[in-house]
Structure formats: C-alpha cells, structure tokens
C-alpha cells in the first residue's frame, strides 16, 4: 500500500503523519522541543532539536515513505557556513528584536515599492531583518554565513541533502518577489544580501513542502475561493486563497504564494491565539486541564460581562503591525473570576480573527464557509465564540491533523499518486462537523468586537518601560 507521509517542524514541537492514499490517516507521532527566550522579545531555538525530534517521530510512525512532505514554522533565520553547520541559534518567527532593522529595510527599498514586489511591509517576524540585525549585532556570525535556510528547509537538508526551498515559505523571507515566484533582485540588491545564500525556488508541489498555514490551508481543503482556513494554533490565522497576485495597500494582510501553483493567498496573522490561552493557563491554573477552563468559561454569558481581553501578549501583526503593543484585561469587576477571564481570552483571540477577515474583505474575499484547524479548534465552545464572532459557518474536517495532514498530500502530488494539489484535496478532505453562529450572541458580540477595536488606540499613548 502507497502511504504518504508528513512532517511538520512546529514551534513547539515536530509532528508526523502517514495517511492513506484516500486521506486515511493511520500513523502519527510527536515530540515536543524547548524555546528560549533570553531577553524580552527574543525567541530563539536550536536547529538540532528539529532534526532530533523528527527523526524520532518519523522512527516512531512505523512505516516507510518514498517521499516526506514538508510544512513547518515560517520566516525562522539558520545560518550555515562553508560546511552546512548552524552558525547559532535560529531566530524565530515570533522574534520581535528586529524594530531598527525593519525602519531600515523600508527606507532603503521604499515601503511602496517593498509592498508591491514582497505584498508586505517590513515586519520584526520576518526573515530578512533578521539578517539585517545580524550583520548589525553578530558581525563575526553574519561574516560566516555561506547559506540560509528556513527551519523545515533545514530539516529536509539533513534528511535528504537537498538545498531547496517553495514559493509559499520563501513568500514570508521578505525576499521573494511574490507576484513572480522568484527571488527579488531588487530587494536583495537594496539589502546587499548576496543572492548565492538562498536556496533554488520550486513549487510546493514539486518539492513537497510548503509553510506552515499553507500546508495547513491545503490540509482542509482551502485551494480556492469561497471558504477561508481559521487556524486556531499558537498564532491565528485567517487565510483565502486568491486566483491572482493581490496585495492590501498598507500591508495590513500578507500577500503570499499558495502551496497551489498559479494561486497566491492573503492572510491576517494574530501572534497568540491558543497561545494566549496557555499563556492564562500556565500563569494562573498549571495544574488545569484546558477542557476544564473552558468549561468554566461556559458558566458565563457572552460578552463576560464587559471583560475584554487584548491579545497582544508578543506585540502584533495583524491588523496592528505593532512589535510594542501589550496584551491587557481591561472591564474587571469583583464579580469575575477565572472562568470569566478565560471567556474574555477566547472572544478576545475571536475579535482578533475577525480583524483579519475584515481584511480581506476589503480585498474581494466573500468566504461562505471557514474550515478551522488547530489545537483550539478541540474546543466546541471556542469554535461557537468564533463562528459567531466572524458571522461564519466554520467545519472541521475529518481529518483533523492540519499542517501535516497538508504535508502530506503534498508528498502524494510530488510523488505522482496525485495530478495535482486539487486532486489530493478531492480525494481526500472531507467535511465533519459544522459550527453555526450562535444568533443570540450577534448582537452582544458586535458591541464586544466595537469595544475591542477601540482599546488599541486608547492604550497606545500608555507607556510601558521593558
């Protein structure tokens, strides 16, 4: 029997998973790696975790594969030298150390002409400032750099001695001429980023890799318009597939390659989403299950009684491209207790998804439906709060593995089990249960979603010492 198998290099572990040709998945396997933080903002981790963790959870699948499909975290920096050793730590996505550097980027390409080549602004998360603050802060390391990779790209360098990398995870380097699929002579020009650091650009169908929220787009189905994929992972993501190269004016969304060939995508990204509840969960109940927390959320009405949560625990991309915004609880009362701040955690990520669906409907996208994925889409009454939130009916899919599920499909089409991308998707994802809008909530959500929106700016002139 034909398995497909994939593999997806997380930011808080690798997960692998061998399917059927039809979708079944019959193997999966994890293993968690640490994080580090040493200083405030920083987010850094070690490249040989990645690959210790993968071999380890492919080992413990159980079954063989002509060909492992990719997904993993986005815009993480690895810098190799002559002899393809990791030179330090890899900067990560949620890093936010790179504030001067993105100034700096912006003034020398120009920010309208940085938007339309890349389809995004300079943002501290993505991968060329942080080459930029490189060769700033670590000069000895920047002066050894002979090759760059991403962080599944360097796990498929290690278990294949490929150099490569796809047009959907190049999209978030910053340096990828998005509208051509191709390396920006223009911005590596700008930057003086020699271009022999970067690896040959393929498709994802042809390399069988994709990043993260592209594969996991992929795994549910989302390779046209019509439906948008609602990732409730560590970030949320809200994620339309797009026939053409479009790209907001301000940059408020990302214009990315799909893992589709000839189809782009526009996508809001919330830096904490499930993360924002382990974050409330480590600091307040460690000892709590997170099925127990949200059912002491459930014992209170929508809306929380006016406590509203700002997720911005990391600073934000979407809508705010702020790496100095601050999470707050702002409507506290001696009425409310835990469960009432674990209702404000959940409606406040749901608003946060709601201003990247906004978003992209200022770009054309009219979604009917939203396939949703994460970890905290395990929650029934989190889905509830989003659907509701976004006015839209959200499915799951039977197969509920995401990223890796999308990895997967893409190992079948580079394998030739399938044509094409579409072809995977019909063959195997398939619709489970759907999520409807709770209608007695519209109206109290539209009121939280207004008062959300304007503690940003209201808290913005409070100064905050790090």
Known sequence: MTTLVGLDVGTTGVKAIAITPEGEVIAAAEEPYPLSTP????????????????????????????????????HGLVCLDEHDR???PAILWNDQRTAAECA????????????????NRALPGFTAPKLLWLRRHEPEVYARIRRIVLPKDYVRLRLTGEWAIDAADASGTLLLDVARRRWSDDVLAALEIPHHWLPPVYESTEVAGA???QAAALGVGVVEPGSVSVVL???GVV?????????????RVHAFCH?????????????????????????????????????????WKAGAEGLTFLPYLQGERTPHADPAARGSFTGLTLRHDRGALVRAVLEGVAYGLRDSLELLRELGVKPQKGRVSGGGARSRLWLEIVASVLALRL??????????????????????????????VTACVHAGEAIEPNPAWAAVYEEGYARFRALYPALQGVEIDD
């Open 86 to 88: 990791v030179l330090r």
């Open 104 to 119: 700096e980027i912006e003034e020398r390409v120009g920010l309208e002409r940085l938007i339309t080549l890349t389809g």
């Open 395 to 424: 499915e799951l899919t039977v197969a509920e593995e995401g990223s890796a599920y999308g990895a997967a499909l893409l190992a079948g089409v580079a394998d030739g089990v399938f044509a094409s991308a579409h072809e995977a």
């Open 233 to 235: 992972g560590t970030s």
């Open 259 to 299: 893992a589709v060939p000839d189809t782009w995508e526009a996508m809001g990204v919330m830096l904490n989403a499930a993360g924002s509840l382990r974050w409330l969960r480590d600091a307040l109940a460690p000892e709590t299950s997170f099925a127990g927390l949200t059912a002491e959320a459930g014992c």
């Open 239 to 251: 994620l339309a597939s797009l026939p053409a190269y479009a790209h907001d004016s301000l940059a």
């Open 211 to 213: 990043g993260d929220q």
């Open 39 to 74: 200083y405030p903002g920083w987010s850094e981790q070690d490249p040989e975790d990645w690959w210790r963790a993968s071999e380890k959870a492919l080992a413990r699948l159980g079954v063989s594969a002509a060909r492992v499909g990719l997904s993993g975290q986005m």
